[in-house]
């Protein structure tokens, strides 16, 4: 008799890796906007979440 073994760990490992690369994309993210900010290219704020982010225009 065969079993059948559902593939719920798969799901939750790709979830995790790709929380992950989210964590370091937006870590590098913010580092970019810090030095933009230093060379006055950018007006930046911190948002209710921590992430940093840049003011927009109008």
């Known amino acids: 008799m065969h079993t059948v073994k559902k593939q719920k ?4 490992n790709l979830e995790r890796e790709l929380k992950e690369t989210l964590k370091a994309s ?8 810090r030095k933009a900010q230093n060379l ?3 007006d ?3 948002d209710n ?3 940093i982010r840049r003011k927009k225009e109008f």
């Open 26 to 33: 937006r870590k590098r993210t913010d580092k970019l906007l």
């Open 9 to 12: 760990s798969y799901g939750l």
């Open 40 to 42: 006055g290219m950018a």
């Open 49 to 51: 979440d921590g992430r």
């Open 44 to 46: 930046i704020y911190t």
